[in-house]
């Protein structure tokens, strides 16, 4: 399992860099299922944010290869989205 951590800036902002790894059964007949769960911590709670399963290899495939920028407010309570794949449990609203 993979685990990143980042703080944000002063507004709140924070920035996920893309990983890629190379990987011979991407060539194979086989399922990729990567489970995607995002935390922030504030006021020393942890919340969950975000939680998905891409399914596709290609970058940012989970929002039909748009960049990701979304606002979060944690006062808000997680609903299903679906965008294009899995559907996903998310906090968040897309920038416009």
């Known amino acids: 399992m993979r685990q990143d951590s980042r703080q944000t800036d002063a507004q709140g902002n924070f920035v996920l860099p893309a990983i890629f790894e190379f990987s011979l059964t991407r060539w194979l007949p086989v399922e990729l299922v990567i489970s ?54 998310i906090l968040c609203t897309w920038e416009k």
Do not use: D
Not at 56 to 75: D, K, L, Q, W
């Open 36 to 89: 995607q769960g995002l935390y922030v911590v504030v006021g020393g709670v942890e919340r969950k944010i975000w939680s998905n399963a891409k399914r596709e290899p290609e970058e940012n495939a989970e929002f039909s290869g748009r960049p990701i920028s979304m606002v979060c407010e944690m006062t808000q309570e997680m609903k299903l989205h679906r965008e294009s794949g899995s559907p996903m449990n």
